[in-house]
C-alpha cells in the first residue's frame, strides 16, 4: 500500500478517526467485498462504508445511492440474479480528495476500509459530523431494492434493444454496405495494376458485376420488392466469386488474390444475414 493512501497522524487527529485491524470485525477469508461492505453497514449504519477493491474504492448499496445522488457518481449493477448490489467507485488514491471534502460538506462520517484480502485491511472510522444527523439517515434498504429493480428492468430493456438492434435489417444492411465498399476499393486498385488487355476482358466482367452489387445495396433502403433485389444481388456475388476463381489460370496477373476472395465470401455471408433478418417479423 502506498503511504499517501493512510491518513497521516495530524489527519487522524483532526478528523477524529480510530483505527483497528478488519480482522477484529470478525471479516472472514472468503467474504466478498460487498460482503464486508455489509458487515461494516451493521455496525455503522449511519457511516459511509467505502472498501478497497485493487486501486478502487467502492460504495455498495445506500452508501452508493447517497454517493450517487449527492456526487452524480455513475451507479452500477453488481452480484448475482439472488443477490445484486448498486455499487460506485473512484480511485483509492483519490479518496482523501474526494471523500473528506464530501465530509466536510455534508458532515457525514464515514468507514474506510483499506488493504487486500492477502495482506490484511485497516478499516478507519471516522466520527467527524455526527451519526444522528448524517445523510444515510434518508437512504432506507427500500429505497436501494428501488434502485436495483429499476437498473435491472433498465438492463433488460437495453438488451432487448440491442438485439433488435442487431437483427434489424437495416443494421446489417450498414455493415453489408461497407464491407461492399471495401471490396470495391480493394478491387479497383488491383484493376488499375493490371494489363491492359486482362484489364479489359476479365477486369471488365469483375467491375460491371461489382457495380451491380454495389448499386444494388445502396438501393436496398428504397426498394419496394427487397427481397427480389436481394436475391439478385446474391446472385452477382456468387458470380463475382467465380470471376475471382478465375484468377489464378490467367498469366500475368498477380494481386492478393486469397484476401479478395475472403472479402466476397464474408460479404456473402453478411448479405445472408440481411436476407434472413428481412424475413422476420417486426
Known sequence: MKIDQVPTAEEVSKFTISSFKGIDVGLGKDDK?????????????MH??????GKFLHG???TAHA???LKKYKLKLVGTSDNPHI???FPVNKFKSRLWSMVEEFKTPYVVSLGTHEAGRDVYVSEFGTAEASIMSAVSRGIVMQV???LRQHGELNQASAKKLLTNPETSGFKLKMHAQDLDQHLIMDLIKMPRDIRVTWGENVRVCMARIMHGIFVYGLEINKTGLLVRVSADIDLLKHYLSQAPRLSNLKFAFEHRVSLAV????LLGGVMRAAKEPT
Do not use: H
Not at 33 to 45: M, R, T
Not at 266 to 269: A, M, P, V
Open 266 to 269: 464474408e460479404l456473402g455471408r
Open 48 to 53: 459511509l462504508i467505502l472498501i478497497q477493491a
Open 87 to 89: 455499487r460506485v467507485g
Open 33 to 45: 467485498i460487498a460482503d464486508i461492505a455489509a458487515k461494516l453497514e451493521e455496525q455503522y449504519p
Open 60 to 62: 455498495y448499496d445506500r
Open 67 to 69: 454517493l450517487s445522488t
Open 148 to 150: 436495483i429493480n429499476d
